[in-house]
């Protein structure tokens, strides 16, 4: 078994206590292993004063900065269980994480001053919000509390079909084996420089690559992501490695003036969340130096999975790779029940120590998602004749835009609300450059409305990325008997 997640962080204080653990160019901070846990501990006993209970959830509304990272493990330290929110969601959708976990605290970025303070109004189990600094400033020891490796440390939550957000609950454990397989994997050493500006409420971020860093000693360099940040933070923090979408990489090759920086310390570029292909693949691989690896895995695996190694590319690339991470088994599902052979399609299924315990509060959604220790990944692939898998789509209709899922339902609800609109369905349709971008099929109820009307109120509800891009005008949506939207159908006509 592994160890709790804040032993990482207090072992590095000890061996590495005057060195840098965690920096950030946006931020100008710079903080050695000691000052970060010492800032934790900070974090821990404001926590325990107020009355934090082991077990009990605090959300956190927080950038990519140091401060991310003392809270983090502070709220490991008092025995909470940390509720990431991404800082991009609107108040609505906070509501309902923080409401659905029960969350007893939030901290949050003062940048985020509105919501922190309208938040707490409509959140009734919430006793205390915190404002960052007013944690992070204190010094205090490491509390002595007796907390398991089985104990919850994380309910990280990722949408479904229904539209709303599920928690995915993981122990400390699970984090714990993503984080030390992916510095196996990717060769992540002492002093080396992860790049982190890839939201860190994501599970990958979280727990392949800041938890993977903390294992091997690696220094955490917090930002961002812009696709200008790459490259500037590759040159001047001299970076070893990077996570990001494929369009992260698409969008930085365009950037001002990328011939002319300096990216010769990059040791490994790691790509996931969404399909590369091939073409775009060779096209990356031919402008950044160092090598490629690319990641397949989900939230409710920890994210653990599928890796293609770097010397696999030349004759594999565009696949997700053959084999599970060190501790991860892969096998794809046909219709039958039985493992797929080469050439026939079927589900990707996942096992590790790393799977979630459950869905928070859904034991209906859990059991359809869990058999015998595997997770349904609900992507459907095929093996070619070497054994490597593609990837050919989803069975359920999750839209990945830039390497960040959107939920068609969730959109579909919001549009429903709008006065003039009768129907509506939303379907993925390809880009460029994000892989796919939201578009939206509408029925209008009298005079159609204008796009950009839809778009202004879809603002009050959802997240920048969830609302559509393109609008079609129809007179019915195409359903089939039993009512369920014939999304296919839409998309061959779009």
Same mark, same amino acid.
């Given at each position: 078994?592994?160890?709790?997640?804040?032993?990482?962080?207090?072992?590095?204080?000890?061996?590495?206590?005057?060195?840098?653990?965690?920096?950030?160019?946006?931020?100008?901070?710079?903080?050695?292993?000691?000052?970060?846990?010492?800032?934790?501990?900070?974090?821990?006993?404001?926590?325990?004063?107020?009355?934090?209970?082991?077990?009990?959830?605090?959300?956190?509304?927080?950038?990519?900065?140091?401060?991310?990272?003392? #809270?983090?493990?502070?709220?490991?330290?008092?025995?909470?269980?940390?509720?990431?929110?991404?800082?991009?969601?609107?108040?609505?959708?906070?509501?309902?994480?923080?409401?659905?976990?029960?969350?007893?605290?939030?901290?949050?970025?003062?940048?985020?001053?509105?919501?922190?303070?309208?938040?707490?109004?409509?959140?009734?189990?919430?006793? +205390?919000?915190?404002?960052?600094?007013?944690?992070?400033?204190?010094?205090?020891?490491?509390?002595?509390?007796?907390?398991?490796?089985?104990?919850?440390?994380?309910?990280?939550?990722?949408?479904?079909?229904?539209?709303?957000?599920?928690?995915?609950?993981?122990?400390?454990?699970? #984090?714990?084996?993503?984080?030390?397989?992916?510095?196996?994997?990717?060769?992540?050493?002492?002093?080396?420089?992860?790049?982190?500006?890839? %939201?860190?409420?994501?599970?990958? %971020?979280?727990?392949?690559?800041?938890?993977?860093?903390?294992?091997?000693?690696?220094?955490?360099?917090?930002?961002?992501?812009?696709?200008?940040?790459?490259?500037?933070?590759?040159?001047?923090?001299?970076?070893?490695?990077?996570?990001?979408? %494929?369009?992260?990489?698409?969008?930085?090759?365009?950037?001002?003036?990328?011939?002319? *920086?300096?990216?010769?310390?990059?040791?490994?570029?790691?790509?996931?969340?969404?399909?590369?292909?091939?073409?775009?693949?060779?096209?990356?691989?031919?402008?950044?130096?160092?090598?490629?690896?690319?990641?397949?895995?989900?939230?409710?695996?920890?994210?653990?999975?599928?890796?293609?190694?770097?010397?696999?590319?030349?004759?594999?690339?565009?696949?997700?790779?053959?084999?599970?991470?060190?501790?991860?088994?892969?096998?794809?599902?046909?219709?039958?029940?039985?493992?797929?052979?080469?050439?026939?399609?079927?589900?990707? *299924?996942?096992?590790?120590?790393?799977?979630?315990?459950?869905?928070?509060?859904?034991?209906?959604?859990?059991?359809?998602?869990?058999?015998?220790?595997?997770?349904?990944?609900?992507?459907?692939?095929?093996?070619?004749?070497?054994?490597?898998?593609?990837?050919?789509?989803?069975?359920?209709?999750?839209?990945?835009?830039?390497?960040? +899922?959107?939920?068609?339902?969730?959109?579909?609800?919001?549009?429903?609300?709008?006065?003039?609109?009768?129907?509506?369905?939303?379907?993925?349709?390809?880009?460029?450059?994000?892989?796919?971008?939201?578009?939206?099929?509408?029925?209008?109820?009298?005079?159609?409305?204008?796009?950009?009307?839809?778009?202004?109120?879809?603002?009050?509800?959802?997240?920048?990325?969830?609302?559509?891009?393109?609008?079609?005008?129809?007179?019915?949506?195409?359903?089939? #008997?039993?009512?369920?939207?014939?999304?296919?159908?839409?998309?061959?006509?779009?």
């Amino acid at each position: 078994m592994g160890e709790v997640l804040h032993k990482l962080l207090e072992r590095n204080a000890r061996k590495y206590s005057d060195e840098c653990g965690v920096m950030s160019l946006d931020y100008g901070e710079e903080w050695t292993w000691a000052e970060l846990n010492s800032r934790a501990n900070g974090v821990a006993a404001a926590l325990m004063r107020a009355g934090l209970e082991p077990g009990e959830r605090v959300a956190l509304v927080i950038p990519n900065r140091p401060e991310f990272l003392a #809270a983090f493990f502070g709220i490991l330290k008092a025995g909470g269980v940390v509720v990431p929110v991404n800082v991009r969601l609107v108040k609505p959708e906070i509501e309902y994480i923080v409401n659905d976990c029960q969350a007893k605290m939030l901290i949050y970025d003062g940048g985020l001053d509105v919501i922190g303070k309208e938040i707490s109004e409509d959140c009734v189990a919430l006793t +205390n919000v915190w404002e960052l600094s007013e944690l992070t400033n204190s010094e205090a020891l490491s509390p002595s509390l007796n907390i398991s490796v089985d104990d919850v440390a994380e309910i990280i939550y990722t949408s479904g079909t229904t539209g709303k957000p599920k928690g995915v609950v993981l122990t400390h454990n699970c #984090a714990y084996e993503v984080g030390t397989m992916m510095a196996y994997e990717a060769d992540i050493r002492y002093q080396d420089r992860m790049m982190l500006l890839m %939201p860190l409420t994501h599970s990958a %971020p979280l727990n392949l690559f800041m938890i993977g860093a903390l294992y091997a000693g690696a220094v955490c360099v917090v930002g961002n992501f812009t696709p200008q940040a790459i490259l500037d933070t590759c040159q001047q923090a001299k970076t070893t490695h990077f996570f990001g979408a %494929p369009v992260a990489y698409l969008l930085a090759m365009q950037a001002k003036g990328f011939a002319e *920086y300096d990216l010769s310390s990059a040791k490994c570029w790691i790509y996931g969340g969404a399909p590369m292909g091939k073409e775009a693949l060779e096209l990356v691989r031919s402008k950044f130096p160092g090598k490629f690896m690319s990641v397949y895995g989900l939230t409710e695996s920890g994210p653990n999975g599928v890796a293609l190694f770097p010397d696999e590319h030349d004759e594999h690339g565009g696949s997700i790779g053959r084999r599970g991470a060190v501790n991860c088994e892969v096998k794809v599902v046909a219709e039958s029940g039985l493992t797929a052979q080469a050439g026939e399609e079927g589900e990707i *299924y996942l096992k590790s120590p790393s799977v979630m315990l459950k869905y928070h509060n859904k034991p209906e959604a859990t059991e359809e998602v869990l058999t015998d220790g595997w997770i349904k990944t609900g992507d459907v692939a095929k093996i070619d004749q070497d054994g490597y898998i593609w990837v050919m789509g989803r069975k359920k209709d999750v839209i990945i835009s830039g390497g960040v +899922n959107v939920y068609p339902k969730e959109i579909e609800d919001v549009l429903a609300q709008h006065p003039q609109v009768a129907d509506a369905a939303v379907v993925g349709v390809p880009h460029d450059q994000w892989g796919e971008t939201v578009m939206a099929v509408i029925v209008p109820k009298g005079e159609a409305p204008k796009p950009s009307e839809l778009q202004h109120f879809c603002e009050k509800n959802l997240a920048d990325f969830k609302i559509p891009k393109f609008f079609r005008f129809d007179q019915a949506i195409p359903r089939n #008997a039993s009512g369920k939207i014939l999304k296919h159908q839409i998309k061959r006509e779009a």
